[in-house]
């Protein structure tokens, strides 16, 4: 059967798949312009020609002239040509050099710039079923992770996200045990301890050099006495009688997310409370599909899904596994209790109670 073919369609995705491979390629760039200090040269002494920008950073002045060029192409900077002058708007330069805003997006684009590394390696990983661990990755995927979710954990974790959880601050105030599965760099769970002195703070994560820079990061902070990171799977960490358990954005990458939660409930205080941080999501494919949905969907496709298979039982929740999938992990492993009470556009996060 001969289909007709709506020629004015078939440009239009031709002109998308343009915007695409350009956007695609911004990744590399926004991660070239962090690195290179293109963007804080520009927020820090304002307007620049290629030579002024290339004399600032100590640069090449090849490069940064084509940098600025696909920049302004992209609309990440302005270009003025009556003095061939590039800025870098205020916008701009709080979601590109502010680390302290929640709007901070250097580490976004680095952990995608490292995801698709590996592509070769998940193409052959699709075809045989195999996974592909969070160890084998390149070091982007793990320090563009923090980059990424870090910002969020310091504008909504004390202020929203824990004051949300049924007498969970007022605990930590008097002094609690606290467990922080899956913490990697350990920023929420020294984020938690620094706020909260009178408690006691263990951290675990199976990945060896990311309990290695967590360590360092609390010796930093001055909060070796009160802090403590091991490495462990998210089924076997230490400890009992926690007042509180938290996840941030990692259960869905477990191969076994029901043995670790299984393990939570067996480690919490009778009346302790497991604070679940997942990706935003809904049920239904359709309540996803969406441009938060669609990069969600890529990194699970090329990070997350893998990173689950390459683990026993490898379930492969999926990055979009929606609430009631993660209700049913709770519910499986023996929790009772289960709501949503706090969200972003990033994040959803649940309460989970024996």
């Not at 004015?8 to 390629?25: H, I, Q, R, S």
């Not at 105030?173 to 769970?189: K, L, M, Y």
């Not at 009160?226 to 938290?246: C, N, Q, W």
Request: with cysteine; charged share 20%; net charge negative.
């Amino acid at each position: 059967m001969t289909v007709a073919i709506d020629s004015d369609k078939l440009m239009g995705l031709v002109f998308k798949a343009v915007d695409e491979v350009g956007a695609t390629l911004n990744a590399a760039l926004v991660v070239m312009g962090d690195r290179l200090g293109y963007y804080q040269a520009l927020a820090d002494d304002g307007p620049a020609t290629p030579g002024e920008l290339a004399e600032r950073t100590n640069t090449s002045e090849h490069y940064t002239r084509e940098w600025l060029n696909a920049q302004a192409a992209g609309g990440y900077v302005e270009y003025d040509p009556s003095n061939g002058q590039y800025t870098l708007p205020p916008e701009q330069i709080v979601a590109l050099t502010d680390s302290s805003s929640p709007a901070y997006l250097p580490g976004f684009f680095q952990i995608a710039l490292g995801t698709v590394h590996h592509t070769s390696e998940t193409i052959e990983a699709a075809r045989s079923g195999a996974g592909i661990g969070w160890h084998e990755h390149t070091s982007d995927v793990h320090v563009g992770c923090e980059r990424f979710f870090r910002p969020s954990y310091n504008a909504n974790l004390l202020p929203s996200w824990l004051p949300a959880l049924d007498g969970v601050v007022e605990k930590l105030e008097r002094g609690a045990t606290v467990a922080d599965i899956g913490c990697g760099h350990g920023a929420s769970t020294i984020l938690m301890a620094e706020a909260f002195p009178r408690s006691e703070f263990v951290g675990s994560d199976y990945h060896q050099e990311s309990i290695e820079t967590a360590r360092l990061r609390a010796a930093e902070a001055g909060l070796g006495e009160r802090i403590r990171f091991e490495v462990a799977p998210a089924a076997g960490f230490s400890g009992s009688k926690y007042d509180l358990v938290t996840t941030f954005d990692a259960l869905h990458d477990m191969g076994d997310p029901v043995g670790a939660a299984r393990h939570v409930r067996e480690a919490l205080a009778p009346d302790g409370t497991w604070m679940l941080v997942e990706p935003m999501a809904g049920d239904k494919v359709e309540d996803n599909l969406n441009p938060v949905g669609r990069a969600y969907y890529g990194f699970s496709t090329l990070l997350c899904t893998p990173g689950s298979l390459s683990q026993p039982v490898g379930l492969a929740l999926g990055t979009q596994a929606g609430p009631a999938r993660i209700r049913d992990v709770t519910t499986a492993a023996g929790f009772t209790r289960f709501r949503t009470v706090a969200e972003t556009p990033f994040n959803l996060v649940f309460e989970v109670r024996p």
